[in-house]
């Protein structure tokens, strides 16, 4: 994880990550932990409490 270690300059980025559920495609978006990667496999969907998996992963600066 190269972005974590990298120097940081006058703006932040913050990583998130989303979560859909494979049943009733319910999207949550949620910090990004370290170890988080596109597919891998997620929570409890809370609405269907199916299998979530990753679909994305997408920062935004943050002043
Ligand atoms: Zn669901």
């Keep these: 994880m190269d ?3 990298s120097p940081v300059k ?3 980025f913050l990583v998130y ?7 009733c495609h ?3 978006k949620r910090a ?3 170890g ?3 597919y891998k496999d997620g929570g409890e969907c809370t609405k269907c ?7 994305m992963i ?3 600066k943050a002043e």
């Design 32 to 34: 990004f932990q370290i």
């Design 49 to 55: 409490k199916g299998k979530m998996k990753i679909a």
């Design 10 to 12: 006058r703006s932040k």
């Design 17 to 23: 990550t989303v979560e859909e559920c494979n049943s």
């Design 36 to 38: 988080d990667y596109i």
């Design 58 to 60: 997408y920062s935004e």
């Design 3 to 5: 972005t974590m270690s």
């Design 26 to 28: 319910l999207k949550t």
